[in-house]
């Protein structure tokens, strides 16, 4: 086997651990995703192709990498602890919170959770060393396109599982808590929205790869023949999870995507790839057949109406609304404006403001964009953004699978937290960084 066929096998376990492990989503997972991370980036410099390749990235990416690093420090300043006096000028929401309460010590950080902060910090530098590591490694088309075979065969295993353990009722199993959502595909996630965005990247996947190799001489190795046979089935299971998680959000991306593949292969590509657009068809028609006759009309409808429940005042006390959420998240930065309230620390100043109610409970602002600005200020907000700026800016990038993946990013920024979960924020990079990859193209070769 080759040595950059090992490094990307490395680098699919990476992400096939991150999946097995509810996508990361702890202080425990993101320090374990750092660690194997980091391995591999260890081994990668160990290649001075692969050197080679990351120092050209570093080159014309200085600026952005520059805006990132003061990112992590800025992170890292939320988290030093600071004079009561300087703690009131940079946060004084925190200090009028403290000074409420009996204090022996004078320094205190900003943040309001400093532990969540530290292992959020962990979790952007694994996001950036994956963005080395994919730059180091993935550096041909068909590197790429195998990578996009990967997704796809793991978006079909979970979802197989999800499915199946859906059908069966959703039993509780070890670690696996799927009482919340016990009517719902969940699998080895614990968000059923989670799981369904997890499963739309992998359903990319698998539409990009034969929307490829039908257009070069990729098929015609008879290995990659049979591979296209294989990803039309995964697209089949990755479907059919994606519809019975019955999340209002996934399925209506899931259409979204679709009809945007539809419109882009009739309209701009002129119906140059038919057996592609037959697919696509029939997955519209899965969706139906599925939501509208074997569980109901009304599920098909839901998907269109995914504001309607969620975006409503709750006058019960004892219950609390996705829009009462979201207004309290605007209303906490607003109150720490400039430094915000520190990375992860929503959890933490939800429990302050609502200390005396052991009901009401949420870990996430569900919506990203207001968490995001809580967490980081606005100072900190647009350093993020200054990250990315050269994608963004650069006009070359917009293309069908930069726009597409731009549409998925702002429905769920705005109406979902799924943009905090480490898996999610790592494979949205990753589609990201390949969809406006300049690469050699050699399709002939062995995949």
Not at 414 to 435: A, E, W
Request: with cysteine; glycine share 4%; aromatic share 20%.
């Amino acid at each position: 086997m080759r040595t950059n066929k090992i490094h990307q096998y490395l680098f699919f376990l990476f992400v096939i651990v991150c999946s097995f492990f509810n996508a990361g989503n702890s202080n425990i997972y993101i320090q374990m995703n750092f660690l194997l991370i980091s391995f591999i980036f260890l081994l990668c410099l160990k290649n001075k192709n692969y050197i080679a390749h990351l120092k050209n990235f570093l080159f014309k990416n200085k600026i952005n990498l520059l805006f990132f690093l003061l990112f992590i420090l800025y992170l890292i300043f939320q988290l030093i602890p600071l004079p009561i006096e300087i703690l009131k000028i940079v946060s004084y929401e925190k200090f009028n919170l403290l000074d409420k309460m009996e204090h022996s010590s004078n320094l205190f950080s900003m943040s309001f959770s400093p532990t969540d902060t530290y292992f959020q910090i962990l979790n952007y530098m694994t996001i950036l060393i994956c963005i080395f590591v994919i730059k180091m490694i993935f550096y041909d088309q068909r590197h790429i396109y195998r990578f996009y075979y990967f997704l796809a065969l793991l978006g079909a295993i979970h979802a197989f599982l999800a499915t199946f353990l859906y059908l069966n009722g959703n039993p509780d199993i070890l670690f696996l808590k799927n009482t919340p959502y016990k009517y719902s595909s969940t699998g080895l996630f614990i968000n059923r929205t989670v799981f369904s965005i997890f499963l739309i990247f992998c359903l990319i996947c698998g539409l990009e790869y034969l929307k490829k190799i039908v257009k070069t001489d990729f098929y015609k190795n008879k290995d990659n023949y049979f591979k296209k046979i294989y990803v039309r089935i995964f697209i089949i299971f990755i479907t059919i999870g994606i519809i019975t998680t019955f999340s209002k959000l996934g399925n209506f991306i899931l259409i979204l995507t679709i009809l945007f593949y539809l419109f882009h292969n009739y309209f701009i590509e002129k119906n140059s790839n038919r057996t592609f657009s037959i697919i696509l068809i029939f997955i519209i028609l899965l969706d139906i057949f599925i939501l509208g006759f074997y569980f109901g009309g009304d599920k098909l409808i839901e998907r269109f109406l995914f504001l309607s429940d969620d975006f409503v005042i709750n006058d019960n006390s004892k219950s609390i609304s996705r829009l009462d959420i979201i207004s309290f998240s605007l209303n906490q930065f607003k109150n720490n404006l400039i430094f915000g309230y520190g990375a992860g620390g929503f959890e933490n100043i939800f429990k302050i403001n609502f200390i005396n109610n052991d009901i009401l409970f949420a870990n996430h602002a569900h919506s990203d964009i207001f968490e995001f600005l809580g967490e980081f200020g606005i100072l900190g907000f647009v350093l993020f953004i200054l990250s990315f700026s050269k994608i963004l800016v650069k006009k070359s990038n917009y293309n069908f699978n930069f726009n597409l993946l731009l549409i998925i990013g702002t429905m769920i920024i705005l109406f979902d937290f799924s943009l905090h979960i480490p898996l999610i924020q790592i494979l949205y990079v990753i589609l990201i960084m390949f969809s406006i990859n300049k690469v050699k193209s050699n399709f002939t070769q062995s995949n």
